[in-house]
């Protein structure tokens, strides 16, 4: 059995991706306001400072940074994995395994992540989490995407509105 060896870094900032065990599935933009509220109650319990977020219809990309004397953010997933999962309707294939550990079928059972090193790596992160919707096809333009924390960052003055389009990315003039 693998032994997952998690990042130890009490006060640290984390890029994490997390994903439906069925990826054809929309579950999490279909019940949006259920994952948000997942979010709001288990910050609650446990605070951290979400800084980015993209959320895709079955995946989602985000940034936290923990308090400085914790550690702990697999807890925090769990918490929201688990509140996401209770809201939504049973009928998703199980296999044998979940059906004895009496398991949902919703979440892939891990998530990736990644200790943000620096400045330069926190933007990188924060730049391809807004970029996703458009990287995936949902949508021409970061800004089109109402599921992220895009628009925060252009209230910030860090991103202009119309940043992230596909065209531009690409380096093309479609006009």
């Known amino acids: 059995m693998p032994r997952y060896v998690r990042a130890f870094i009490p006060g640290g900032t984390f890029f994490f991706t997390v994903a439906l065990l069925e990826r054809r599935r929309r579950l999490l933009t279909e019940y949006i306001d259920l994952l948000r509220q997942a979010f709001v109650d288990v910050r ?49 294939r199980l296999s044998e ?14 998530f990736w992540e990644h200790a943000i090193r620096d400045e330069r790596d926190f933007e990188r992160h924060v730049d391809y ?24 960052y252009v209230e910030r003055g860090i991103y202009a509105a119309d940043w992230g389009a596909s065209d531009d990315v690409l380096g093309l003039d479609l006009e």
């Open 44 to 92: 609650r319990a446990k605070p951290f400072r979400l800084d980015a977020i993209a959320v895709m219809p079955d995946h989602l990309h985000c940034i936290w940074t923990l308090p400085p004397d914790d550690a702990d953010f697999s807890s925090r997933w769990h918490g929201i994995k688990a509140g996401f999962s209770r809201g939504i309707p049973a009928g998703e």
């Open 97 to 110: 395994r979940r059906r004895k550990k009496g398991e949902r079928g919703i979440w892939q059972r891990r």
């Open 129 to 152: 989490i807004h970029y996703n919707p458009v990287k995936h096809g949902h949508v021409l333009r970061a800004a089109d995407w109402r599921f992220s924390s895009f628009y925060r």
